[in-house]
T-cell receptor, first 106, second 118 residues
Framework: GENVEQHPSTLSVQEGDSAVIKCTYSDSASNYFPWYKQELGKRPQLIIDIRSNVGEKKDQRIAVTLNKTAKHFSLHITETQPEDSAVYFCAAFLRFGAGTRLTVKP | GAGVSQSPSNKVTEKGKDVELRCDPISGHTALYWYRQSLGQGLEFLIYFQGNSAPDKSGLPSDRFSAERTGGSVSTLTIQRTQQEDSAVYLC????????????????FGDGTRLSIL
């Protein structure tokens, strides 16, 4: 089955800085790679996703890049704000990464 | 429109008892997923239903866990002879399915059932 690894487990940045979270997957058949944000006590919510036929997708301050050859994909958040503080999960097929706790310091 | 609904929101039970957790997916979503999230941890895949196909049960941790989906809509996750390590938040999600590889559409999550085993 699919195995997803996510790094780092925690990330602390200053407001306005960029944050990058990386994931690797094992199943070359995986073709859909979403990112979810989970605020404390809340449900996970999709923030951006990418399919295997593109290498990059951007939505305002958030972008995702995909390298199918290397089997890794990354989440990039620019101009971070305190409200970006949350746990972020990547996923491939039915498996989720362990999560990254992002803290944005004002 | 209504989102994914899970009930109960909280369940406290004694070790050894059976519990049933319910999930009502978004209308029109043919794919349904169950996950388990322990405190401060990630999402552990349990089971995946897609239409009338046989479910993917590869994530169920033991034979004490089972799930069914009636009429392609509501799903029930059953845990028999509960153990303290079963304590967690059980999340259900649903999505559309367009015939590609399973789980290739955004998942919409419910608020979860917080299960506590005494």
């Amino acid at each position: 089955g699919e195995n997803v690894e996510q790094h780092p487990s925690t990330l602390s940045v200053q407001e306005g800085d960029s944050a990058v979270i990386k994931c690797t997957y094992s199943d070359s058949a995986s073709n859909y790679f979403p990112w979810y944000k989970q605020e404390l006590g809340k449900r996970p919510q999709l923030i951006i996703d990418i399919r295997s036929n593109v290498g990059e997708k951007k939505d305002q301050r958030i972008a995702v890049t995909l390298n199918k050859t290397a089997k890794h994909f990354s989440l990039h958040i620019t101009e971070t704000q305190p409200e970006d503080s949350a746990v972020y999960f990547c996923a491939a097929f039915l498996r989720f990464g362990a999560g990254t706790r992002l803290t944005v310091k004002p | 429109g209504a989102g994914v609904s899970q009930s109960p929101s909280n369940k406290v039970t004694e070790k050894g008892k059976d519990v049933e957790l319910r999930c009502d997916p978004i209308s029109g979503h043919t794919a349904l997923y169950w996950y388990r999230q322990s405190l401060g941890q990630g999402l552990e895949f349990l089971i995946y239903f897609q239409g009338n196909s046989a479910p993917d049960k590869s994530g169920l941790p033991s034979d004490r866990f089972s799930a069914e989906r009636t009429g392609g809509s509501v799903s029930t996750l059953t845990i028999q002879r509960t153990q303290q390590e079963d304590s967690a938040v059980y999340l259900c999600a649903s999505s559309f399915y367009y015939g590609g590889q399973g789980s290739d559409q955004p998942q919409h999550f419910g608020d979860g059932t917080r299960l506590s085993i005494l």
